[in-house]
């Protein structure tokens, strides 16, 4: 129960500090969204978030604005309970919603995003000087294993 009610108190501060607020507090504070490790591979990036318990591909969308890609959705509990009868909750059940700042441009078309196993692998290719920018805010498809 203790884990649930303050789950809500965190849930209730998003909602009144709003996205900008927890976008910079994200550079200081850990574990504001789901975990990720960003790997520079030859040409581009390859970013993992550890998402598990996602079942559905419309659980989570992925898009980009500008330079930003997001990254939202939501993780249903597997299992029915009713929140009195929890006493300990350590894993994370909701709406989530993770901004990864890039630092390059790159090529929407070619974003490539996989979910297996609990683990979201999305490969961004960067624009090289001859490359056209993508349009602002498209979506990317993700494949389902």
């Known amino acids: 129960m203790q884990g649930q009610q303050d789950y809500n108190k965190w849930n209730e501060a998003?909602?009144?500090l709003g996205d900008?607020?927890?976008d910079v507090m994200s550079d200081v504070m850990p574990n504001v969204g789901p975990r990720m490790d960003m790997v520079?591979?030859?040409?581009?990036?390859?970013i993992i978030?550890?998402?598990?318990?996602?079942?559905d591909e419309n659980d989570i969308t992925i898009?980009?604005?500008g330079l930003t890609l997001i990254?939202?959705?939501?993780?249903?509990r597997p299992y029915i309970v009713s929140e009195d009868s929890i006493i300990q909750s350590e894993r994370f059940y909701g709406p989530f919603k993770r901004k990864i700042r890039l630092k390059r441009?790159?090529?929407i078309e070619e974003i490539k995003a996989k979910y297996s196993r609990g683990l979201l692998l999305i490969v961004v290719p960067v624009l090289s000087d001859s490359d056209d920018p993508s349009p602002d805010?498209?979506?990317?498809p993700i494949q389902f294993d």
């Not at 990254?71 to 249903?76: D, L, Q």
């Open 137 to 140: 805010d498209p979506s990317v």
């Open 71 to 76: 990254v939202e959705g939501t993780i249903s």
């Open 14 to 16: 998003r909602k009144v």
């Open 63 to 65: 898009r980009l604005k």
């Open 105 to 107: 441009n790159h090529l």
């Open 49 to 55: 978030l550890e998402i598990p318990g996602v079942i």
């Open 20 to 22: 900008d607020f927890w």
């Open 40 to 46: 520079q591979v030859n040409n581009g990036l390859n």
